[in-house]
């Protein structure tokens, strides 16, 4: 008996184990040209064994790949001399090609009996699959075959990726919003008609599209694998993508791919079950026998997102007392590691987050002002504080299903603010949003707006999406530039503009969140557009009761004196016609302009009042020639 076979047969052994002992017997009984009774009877245990328990990777392989008993023989010699490399020089020998130390045909016919007909040809699951790679030193010579690595691994028990970097899909309890018995439910009866299957899992990163698809592979008995596309490098994608497609066959995996790959190769085989992860607006190429089953990341309803808080957040859940928004779920999963423990820090961190989504459409800002902060006309304050208490209670008012089913088109939290600029629109904004607990997301219209078509509809897509799991209240600025009357269609371009605002008119009505707009030029707007507008506020100049507010607030705040406000205000008011931002902007110049020690007089407001009326051109003759003069000096006795 030889060694091997004593270790062989000493212990459980591996399927890798057992083709080099094989391939050792056969070998010598190709040099002694003759099988003795000892080698016939070595053999057959060999096979009995592979037959058994020992063998069950090795012909799972087979029977996955469709392998004849010819190719698993070629299979088997090329794993042995992978495993067990001092073979291949014997090898070499036997089939004449001493210095190749690779199987080829010639040993197959020589060691194994096989015929003339290759085994391994063109067709074959051997080379379809990648199980072996055909290696020709030189052209005149027979070819070889070399064991892919991974099989190596396989006969050994391994499932291996080699270098192809993968990790597990979350694992987390199934939401009851992804309905994963029913889309398992779903595959298990596709798949059952031997048709393989991609699920696409449309939804912005962050949003559980990975997590999903492994709660649905375990939902089906399976396991869910990570695989970054860009895994599939250009001058081996081919092959990395075969490998993974035979990795998840054998393994029972479903391939969760984080990104569409730039492109799915339509001739190759496939395993029975993948899934891909997709952005909204992104789309999987059909591919021919392929079946695709789109499942949009759905929102989230109240109760889930408080368990969520409870599980990620528990100090937090404790504070809120009310879930707001639709924060994602890797956000809060990214919260909580951070040891989040406030609602502020838990705003703090989603401001952040969301303002680098938001680059380059707007920005995200903790609103922070109060209606105290706010001076307007009395009729353009009710209507706004109005807003705000129709926000608050439309929740309670729509939850009744008849309600909702009546209504619920024509309750969008939305409002326009028109007039001149300066006049509190964007100001009024802010206090709306911190009045309401949100932050603010101010949207550049000018910068939504593209000229590559499709990019429009993406953006404005891209701002109701952070505003719903941002908890933010929107705000669209200078909206008139965007929304402006739709034009008869005569090129492509007007149709694609036509089309923008419509989209725009539908994420509104869709959104639960407060949306307002600011323009300059409410006529220029499409009347389409504005009459489906809950609330149009309307800013006006402010009359000289509400100047003098807001000019008796803007000293206070800078420390002017009330005996000084009640001699100055009345008339610096009376006197000029200024809008709210003007008057903040002339009590910050007077503030610079004054010396610290004597404080502001009423020489540096009006000073500072003539100069903004300067800026608009209407008081040029009234402000001096002169440069801007600093602090005046103080006499020192």
Not at 387 to 401: H, K, N, S, Y
Request: proline residues 6%; hydrophobic residues 45%; negative net charge.
């Amino acid at each position: 008996m030889t060694p091997a076979k004593r270790r062989t047969t000493s212990r459980q052994a591996s399927a890798a184990e057992l083709v080099v002992e094989r391939l050792r017997l056969l070998l010598a009984e190709h040099e002694d040209a003759g099988r003795s009774d000892e080698l016939t009877a070595a053999l057959t245990a060999v096979d009995e064994r592979l037959a058994g328990p020992e063998g069950a990777y090795r012909r799972r392989l087979g029977d996955l790949f469709g392998l004849t008993a010819a190719e698993l023989d070629a299979l088997d010699c090329a794993v042995a001399v992978a495993v067990e490399p001092s073979l291949g020089p014997e090898v070499g020998r036997a089939q004449g090609m001493p210095s190749r130390h690779l199987p080829g045909e010639i040993a197959l016919r020589l060691l194994l009996g096989h015929g003339p007909m290759p085994v391994v040809r063109g067709g074959s699951p051997l080379l379809a699959w990648g199980l072996v790679d055909v290696v020709q030193f030189v052209a005149d010579e027979p070819p070889l075959f070399r064991a892919d690595p991974a099989v190596v691994d396989w006969y050994f028990g391994t499932l291996s990726a080699a270098s192809i970097p993968l990790r597990r899909a979350p694992e987390v309890e199934p939401l009851e919003e992804w309905r994963v018995a029913d889309h398992a439910r779903r595959i298990h009866g596709i798949l059952a008609a031997r048709k393989p299957v991609r699920i696409a899992l449309v939804g912005r990163r962050g949003t559980g599209r990975a997590s999903l698809a492994g709660a649905i592979a375990r939902a089906l008995g399976r396991q869910a694998i990570c695989v970054d596309p860009e895994s599939l490098a250009q001058d081996a994608g081919y092959s990395t993508f075969l490998r993974l497609q035979r990795l998840a066959l054998l393994g029972d995996l479903v391939l969760v791919w984080r990104g569409a790959p730039a492109s799915w190769p339509a001739a190759l085989p496939v395993a029975g079950l993948q899934a891909v992860t997709l952005e909204p607006g992104e789309a999987l190429a059909p591919v021919d026998g392929i079946v695709d089953i789109d499942i949009p990341m759905p929102l989230l309803g109240e109760d889930t997102l408080g368990a969520l808080y409870r599980r990620y957040l528990p100090d937090v859940a404790g504070q809120i007392g009310v879930v707001v928004g639709q924060p994602r779920v890797g956000d809060l999963a990214d919260a909580a590691a951070q040891l989040i423990s406030t609602p502020e820090q838990l705003r703090g961190f989603l401001r952040q987050r969301n303002g680098a989504r938001t680059a380059q459409i707007g920005r995200v800002e903790r609103a922070t002002y109060s209606w105290d902060d706010l001076v307007l006309a009395e009729q353009t304050e009710e209507t706004l504080r109005a807003f705000v208490d129709e926000a608050r209670r439309r929740a309670v008012l729509l939850a009744d299903g008849d309600r909702r089913r009546l209504f619920g088109d024509t309750a969008q939290l939305s409002a326009l603010f028109s007039g001149p600029p300066g006049l509190g629109k964007s100001m009024s904004a802010k206090v709306i949003a911190n009045a309401l607990g949100l932050d603010l997301l101010i949207v550049d219209s000018a910068a939504i707006t593209s000229k590559f078509i499709g990019e429009t509809a993406k953006n404005l897509s891209l701002a109701f999406e952070v505003a719903r799991d941002a908890q933010c209240a929107l705000m669209f600025e200078e909206a008139d530039t965007f929304f402006t009357t739709r034009v008869k269609v005569e090129t492509a371009n007007d149709r694609h503009s036509n089309a923008d605002i419509g989209h725009l008119l539908q994420l509104m009505e869709d959104h639960d969140g407060v949306v307002m707009l600011s323009s300059n030029r409410r006529t220029s707007m499409d009347p389409a557009f504005t009459r489906r507008l809950r609330f149009i506020v309307e800013f006006r100049n402010p009359g000289q009761a509400e100047r003098e507010r807001l000019w008796d607030r803007t000293l206070a705040i800078l420390g002017v004196p009330d005996a000084v406000r009640e001699e100055l205000v009345p008339k610096v008011s009376a006197a000029h016609e200024l809008t709210p931002a003007q008057i903040k902007g002339a009590a910050l110049t007077a503030a610079y302009r004054t010396d610290p020690k004597l404080g502001i007089t009423s020489d540096d407001v009006e000073w500072a009042a003539r100069l903004e009326l300067q800026k608009e051109g209407r008081l040029i003759s009234a402000v001096p020639d002169t440069a801007v003069p600093g602090p005046r000096a103080v006499a020192r006795g």
